[in-house]
């Protein structure tokens, strides 16, 4: 492509969405359809978006991209007290191969991670851009995960309550909020009852390699309370007679227990943040429900 030196960054806008979704589905993965491509600009749980992440433009065509999906948070506990924070999941950093070379694709993400007013994650990840990423301040937010099996131990299982209506009755209105926000996210939401405490939890389960079923950890209410009884949880959650296994990264589970095995994630997990420790960034609202992504 000639004539590419007035290429430049810039906020993506709601005129360049289908621009974006061209890029992305022509160049990036078309494997993935228009529509889920634009689900990445078009989610509702937050009206007023500041943008749509950054993009470059050069002869009046969008040829770069980095997708930022905003939320507003809750963090903290009802005791302790709750906090409002911004996070931003980012997402599909794509750049034209014309463009490449000349420092757009760096300018593209430092601009996106700018305000430290907010809270960034990358949750799926290539290492193709780590180097990059570490160049402009992102950190490593994760880069292990436990797994738990069905053992046949036989012990008295968990009460888990996995009907919606239920669980919205007995949760405190932010967690309401949240099963409102992901009901139409493919994401299933459970209420472990133990121990006379309630925690919600939300999972993504997918069959993965080997025709294994992962129950991937999205969110947890109470960290502590989930790690404590993770092992029964699989024993009660995990189906009968079907490989399968539960999974919570590294950082949301602040005691192990079990027969529970570390692996080293293939690609870690990245945030940049001044305000937020790494337990408290979770998987809710970000690119892994948009483009229903699995989990490393």
Not at 11 to 23: F, K, M, V, W
Request: hydrophobic share 40%; aromatic share 8%; glycine share 8%.
């Amino acid at each position: 492509m000639s004539g590419v030196s007035n290429a430049y960054v810039r906020n993506a806008t709601a005129d360049d969405i289908e621009g974006i979704c061209s890029l992305l589905h022509t160049k990036m993965n078309p494997r993935i359809p228009l529509e889920r491509w634009r689900n990445l600009m078009t989610y509702e749980w937050l009206e007023e978006k500041p943008d749509f992440g950054r993009v470059v433009e050069a002869d009046g065509q969008v040829l770069g991209f980095c997708g930022m999906v905003y939320s507003d948070r809750l963090l903290g506990s009802v005791q302790a007290g709750l906090r409002s924070e911004r996070m931003v999941s980012m997402s599909s950093w794509y750049l034209d191969r014309s463009l490449r070379g000349m420092g757009l694709g760096r300018e593209m993400l430092a601009s996106s991670i700018a305000d430290p007013m907010m809270t960034y994650a990358t949750l799926t990840n290539s290492p193709k851009p780590l180097a990059i990423q570490d160049g402009v301040g992102m950190r490593v937010l994760e880069d292990h995960r436990y797994v738990w099996r069905k053992t046949s131990g036989g012990g008295r299982p968990l009460e888990i309550v996995a009907d919606p209506a239920i669980i919205r009755s007995r949760l405190a209105r932010h967690e309401q909020v949240l099963l409102d926000d992901m009901a139409s996210q493919p994401l299933m939401p459970y209420l472990l009852v133990a121990g006379g405490k309630e925690t919600l939890l939300f999972f993504s389960i997918k069959r993965k390699a080997e025709h294994v079923t992962w129950y991937d950890l999205m969110y947890a209410g109470d960290l502590m309370h989930f790690s404590i009884h993770a092992p029964r949880l699989a024993d009660t959650l995990l189906p009968d007679g079907i490989p399968s296994v539960l999974a919570a990264d590294g950082r949301f589970v602040l005691e192990l227990n079990g027969d529970a095995v570390r692996e080293e994630l293939p690609v870690p997990r990245l945030y940049s943040s001044q305000r937020v420790e790494p337990y408290e960034v979770d998987h809710l609202y970000s690119e892994l429900q948009l483009l229903d992504q699995k989990l490393d």
